[in-house]
C-alpha cells in the first residue's frame, strides 16, 4: 500500500514538472511574438507598417495569459488536467486570430499548433490529445469558412486547412501512443529501480552482517568497499580508496602474488596491528573494472570452532561412559588401599603409589569432564564476594592444609559479581589450585583483588601468584584442553574455568606478563 502511494506522488510530480516546463515554453514563445509585434509590427504577415496594432494587443493578452499559466503551474498545484486544457485552448484560439489577421494558413502560425498539440500530448501522456486535435480542426474549418464568406471562395485554402487538420490528428495520435510507450518504460524503470535499490541495501545488510571479512579491491590493489568485520580483521579504518598495502603489507603482497599468478587456492597472512593470522581468498567479478573479492576469515575462531567440536564429541564420549569408567577405578582404589596395609617391601609401595595416583588422576579427569558438561545449566545469582569469598578461602586451607596466611584477600568497589554460585565454586577452585602449584607457598603468595572494571556495571576479580609466570610460548596454549606443564596436572582446569566463565557472560583471561601470573575473571556486576 505504501509503495502504490509512493508511486503515485512520484507521478504526480512528474505531471507537474512537465506541466512546468510546457507552460515555459509557451511564455518564451509569447514573449518572443510580443516584442516582434511591439519592435517589428512590419515582421508578421499582413501588418502594415505602424499599424500593428492588432498584433501588439493579441500578443500582449497571450503573453500574460501564460505568464499566469506558470505562475498557477508553480503555486497552484490543483486541476492539473484543467490547466493543460486551458493553456491547449488558450493557443488554439490565439494562433487562430493570428492566422485570420496573417492573411491564413500561409502565416506559417498554423505549424505552431502542431508543436502545441505535440506537447500537449507528451504532457498530459495522450489523455484528451485526440479532443485537442478536434477542437484545433474546428477551429481552423471555422477561420477558413468565415474567410470564404467574406471573400471569394478559395478551395486550394480549403485544401491547405485540410491537410493541416489531418496533420493535427496524426499528430495527436504518434503524441498518445508515444506517451504511452514514455509511460511504460517509466514504470519499468521504476520497479526496477525499486528492485536494484531493495537488493542493494539487502546486499549491503548481508555483507556487513558477515562473520567472513569481506573486501572489494580494485586492480591497483586500493581498497574500494569493506564491510566491519574486515576492518577489525586488519585493525584498520577501512578509509574509502585506501591502499590494501596501507592496512596489511603480507595481505597486500599476496594480491600482487594473486594477479601475477592467478589460482584459487587461499593464503594465511599474518596481520601486523593485532597478530592475527587471517585465511585469504580472492575471487574475480564481473565488473566492468574487473574488481577482487577478498573474503578473509579468523584462522583462531576456526581453530576454536573446531576444538568445540571435537571437545563436544569427546564430553558426549565420556558422559556414556563415565559410570563404566568410575567402577573399575573405585575397585583398582579400594584395591590398593587394603593392599597398602600389607608391608612387602619398597618396591611393592612403590609400584602401589604408581597405580593409586594415577587413578587419582583418572578420577580428576572424568569429575573435570562431567562439570563440563553441566556447563549449559546456569543459575545465576548476585553475589557478594566479601562475604563469600572468605568463607570459600577457608574451606579450600583447609580442605588442601595450606597455611592461612598463604592467601590474601582484597576488596575495593562493588564487590558484587552475577554468576551461578556451583560454576563460581569451580572456577575458584581451579584458578587457587593452579596459582598455589606455581607459588612459593609463602606468606601472601598468593593474591585475590577484587574491584571496578573500567566499564560501568562490570567487576574484576584477579588471581595472582608470585611464581615464575607464564611463557611467551605457552601463553597461547593454557587455555587448550589437555595441556599443562605439571606431571599431575589433568591440563582441563583452566580450560573448563573459561568455559564456565563463558557460560556466565564472564571473561577469563591472562593478564601482560609480569612477576607471575595473573589471570583476570570479568563479569558483571549488576543485572543478574
Not at 471569394?152 to 486547412?161: I, Q, R, S
Request: one cysteine or more.
Amino acid at each position: 500500500m505504501l509503495t502504490k502511494v509512493a508511486a503515485a506522488v512520484s507521478v504526480s510530480e512528474t505531471h507537474w514538472k512537465s506541466l512546468r516546463y510546457f507552460s515555459l515554453y509557451r511564455c518564451a514563445l509569447a514573449t518572443l511574438l510580443f516584442f516582434a509585434a511591439l519592435l517589428y509590427p512590419s515582421a508578421f504577415p499582413g501588418s502594415i507598417p505602424h499599424q500593428g496594432l492588432p498584433h501588439l494587443t493579441l500578443t500582449g493578452l497571450y503573453l500574460a495569459s501564460t505568464v499566469l499559466a506558470v505562475v498557477l503551474a508553480y503555486r497552484h498545484r490543483q486541476r492539473y488536467s484543467m490547466q493543460l486544457t486551458a493553456s491547449v485552448l488558450v493557443d488554439v484560439v490565439v494562433m487562430t486570430l493570428l492566422i485570420h489577421v496573417g492573411g491564413g494558413l500561409g502565416s506559417g502560425f498554423g505549424s505552431m499548433l502542431l508543436v502545441t498539440l505535440a506537447g500537449a500530448g507528451l504532457v498530459g501522456e495522450g489523455r484528451l490529445v485526440l479532443f485537442y486535435a478536434a477542437m484545433t480542426t474546428l477551429s481552423i474549418l471555422f477561420e477558413q469558412s468565415y474567410r470564404a464568406l467574406q471573400h471569394e471562395f478559395d478551395a486550394a485554402g480549403f485544401f491547405h486547412a485540410g491537410l493541416f487538420c489531418a496533420g493535427f490528428f496524426a499528430v495527436g495520435i504518434f503524441a498518445r501512443l508515444l506517451a504511452r510507450r514514455v509511460i511504460a518504460n517509466e514504470v519499468l524503470a521504476r520497479q526496477r529501480g525499486i528492485a536494484l535499490n531493495n537488493q542493494t541495501v539487502i546486499n549491503q545488510r548481508v555483507i556487513e552482517e558477515m562473520q567472513d571479512g569481506v573486501l572489494v579491491l580494485s586492480r591497483d590493489g586500493r581498497v574500494k568497499q569493506s564491510n566491519p568485520r574486515a576492518r577489525q580483521l586488519l585493525g584498520s579504518n577501512g578509509g574509502s580508496e585506501a591502499l590494501l598495502s596501507e592496512c596489511s603489507p603480507e595481505l597486500a603482497r599476496g594480491f600482487a602474488d594473486w594477479c601475477r599468478d592467478g589460482g584459487e587456492e587461499a593464503m594465511l597472512v599474518q596481520v601486523a596491528a593485532n597478530n592475527m593470522q587471517l585465511c585469504a581468498r580472492f575471487v574475480c567479478t564481473a565488473s566492468t573494472e574487473s574488481d577482487v573479492l577478498v573474503f578473509l576469515e579468523n584462522m583462531s575462531r576456526l581453530r576454536e570452532q573446531a576444538q568445540q567440536i571435537k571437545l563436544a564429541a569427546l564430553g558426549r564420549l565420556t558422559a556414556s561412559i563415565a559410570h563404566e569408567i568410575r567402577n573399575p577405578l573405585s575397585a583398582i582404589s579400594h584395591a590398593g588401599e587394603l593392599m597398602r596395609e600389607e608391608r612387602r617391601g619398597e618396591l611393592h609401595e612403590r609400584l602401589l603409589r604408581i597405580v593409586l595416583d594415577n587413578s587419582q588422576r583418572l578420577e580428576r579427569i572424568v569429575s573435570d569432564v562431567l562439570e563440563l558438561g553441566r556447563r549449559d545449566r546456569v543459575y545465576r545469582e548476585l553475589i557478594d564476594l566479601r562475604q563469600m569469598l572468605p568463607a570459600f578461602v577457608e574451606q579450600y586451607l583447609g580442605k588442601e592444609h595450606v597455611p592461612a596466611d598463604v592467601i590474601r584477600l582484597e576488596f575495593s568497589g562493588l564487590a558484587t559479581l552475577c554468576f551461578d554460585r556451583s560454576h563460581f565454586h569451580q572456577v575458584l577452585w581451579n584458578l587457587l589450585s593452579n596459582a598455589l602449584r606455581h607459588s612459593q607457598v609463602l606468606a601472601g603468595s598468593v593474591r585475590m583483588l577484587v574491584c571496578n572494571a573500567k566499564v560501568d556495571g562490570q567487576v574484576e576479580l584477579h588471581v595472582i601468584d608470585d611464581g615464575e609466570g607464564v611463557g611467551d610460548e605457552w601463553r597461547e596454549q593454557i587455555f587448550e584442553p589437555f595441556f599443562t606443564t605439571h606431571h599431575r596436572g589433568t591440563g582441563l582446569g583452566l580450560y573448563i574455568a573459561r568455559e564456565l566463565c563463558d557460560a556466565n557472560g564472564a571473561e577469563l583471561e591472562l593478564q601482560a606478563p609480569g612477576p607471575g601470573a595473573d589471570f583476570r575473571v570479568l563479569g558483571r556486576a549488576v543485572g543478574c
